[in-house]
């Protein structure tokens, strides 16, 4: 499974608050792709193992110019205290870019590690969540998966 990097927005990702991304490549990207994101997948020391945020799939992916963002996109990015000019400076200063750039736009869903299914939802903002699927509850304090037959959670990846 190919890992995606979310280095620059992982409080979001551990609060499952973010739900779209761009980026400037991933043109091969579609509909239905899988993907496990992590906090960094280059650039590691020997050794260093990445955290794991989950499986997520890709479940709308097209190619946009960043100036084209919405308001709701920028909350979906994660960042909703920005607004469209703000996120585009911040975007453009971490890639070098402007905001001409034509790129590629993908939201994504998480994936439960109890059942397997998509579609679990956020509940607190916290980082803890409840899947609406199998109605199992992961506890972000203490890392586990409640409610449920036991997981282990996060799940190991290779170096």
Known sequence: ?????????????????????????????????????????QGRKKGEKPEVFGVVRHIDIRREPL??????????????HMTCAEFIAMFCEHNRCDEFIVLTRMEFEFRCENCKQYGTIRVDG??????????????RETGTIEGVDGVNWPPKVGT
């Open 1 to 41: 499974m190919r890992w995606m990097s979310f280095a620059l927005t992982q409080p979001q990702m551990r609060a499952r608050t973010k739900s779209v991304t761009r980026r400037l490549g991933w043109r091969f990207a579609r509909a239905g792709l899988e993907t496990l994101a992590v906090s960094k997948s």
């Open 67 to 80: 100036f084209s963002i919405t308001p709701e996109d920028v909350v979906a990015e994660g960042f909703p």
């Open 126 to 139: 916290m980082g803890s969540w409840l899947c609406a699927s199998c109605g199992c509850w992961y506890d």
